[in-house]
T-cell receptor, first 113, second 116 residues
Framework: AQSVSQHNHHVILSEAASLELGCNYSYGGTVNLFWYVQYPGQHLQLLLKYFSGDPLVKGIKGFEAEFIKSKFSFNLRKPSVQWSDTAEYFCAVDNQAGTALIFGKGTTLSVSS | GAVVSQHPSRVICKSGTSVKIECRSLDFQATTMFWYRQFPKQSLMLMATSNEGSKATYEQGVEKDKFLINHASLTLSTLTVTSAHPEDSSFYIC????????????FGSGTRLTVV
């Protein structure tokens, strides 16, 4: 069965600090990878996704993620966070067979101004 | 872009009653929708996959008789929590897959269910 691990439960940063959130997945086949953000009181929004091609994926709001197949990882990065990035971040995978997204436990990011 | 509308956003019901949550795809047809449950400060747990015109596929550990899913049209899926109990209190989110090759998932805004 697929599973997704997010290593950081709660990350606290100051504005302008760099961010990296870890994500590893477990699945024997080919997967598609996603990062979602959930701002307080709002629904999930897609930050970026990886299907194939360049393993460095750029998303919205200055986020990017790198797919490292050998490490089964898809870490999310942002060079300089803002207070408005305070939110819950979820890594998710599906197995390209049309099944549903499987989510990691999420990482709470708190950015202080 | 594709929009999924979920209703109601909040509901409080008495223990033993049933609650229906609706999930509509507003500008596209969704042959498949997904229902998730999210506990506070936790991840989204997939409950079931809803297929238009056929029975839903439930994840292991999810009681199909308690969480009734109906996907009677290409734009509407419903989740009915039957004989609700306080432990069913949670945040329920629906999702639909959109697009073909470069597909994505669109999420509803969720329903906060409180059973008292």
């Amino acid at each position: 069965a697929q599973s997704v691990s997010q290593h950081n439960h709660h990350v606290i940063l100051s504005e302008a600090a760099s961010l990296e959130l870890g994500c590893n997945y477990s699945y024997g086949g080919t997967v598609n990878l996603f990062w979602y953000v959930q701002y307080p009181g709002q629904h999930l929004q897609l930050l970026l996704k990886y299907f194939s091609g360049d393993p460095l994926v750029k998303g919205i709001k200055g986020f990017e993620a790198e797919f490292i197949k050998s490490k089964f990882s898809f870490n999310l990065r942002k060079p300089s966070v803002q207070w408005s990035d305070t939110a819950e971040y979820f890594c998710a995978v599906d197995n390209q067979a049309g099944t549903a997204l499987i989510f990691g436990k999420g990482t709470t990011l708190s950015v202080s101004s | 872009g594709a929009v999924v509308s979920q209703h109601p956003s909040r509901v409080i019901c008495k223990s033993g009653t049933s609650v229906k949550i609706e999930c509509r795809s507003l500008d596209f047809q969704a042959t498949t929708m997904f229902w998730y449950r999210q506990f506070p400060k936790q991840s989204l747990m997939l409950m079931a996959t809803s297929n238009e015109g056929s029975k839903a596929t439930y994840e292991q550990g999810v009681e199909k008789d308690k969480f009734l899913i109906n996907h009677a049209s290409l734009t509407l899926s419903t989740l009915t929590v039957t004989s609700a109990h306080p432990e069913d209190s949670s945040f329920y989110i629906c999702s639909a897959r959109t697009g073909e090759n470069n597909y994505g998932y669109t999420f509803g805004s969720g329903t906060r269910l409180t059973v008292v």
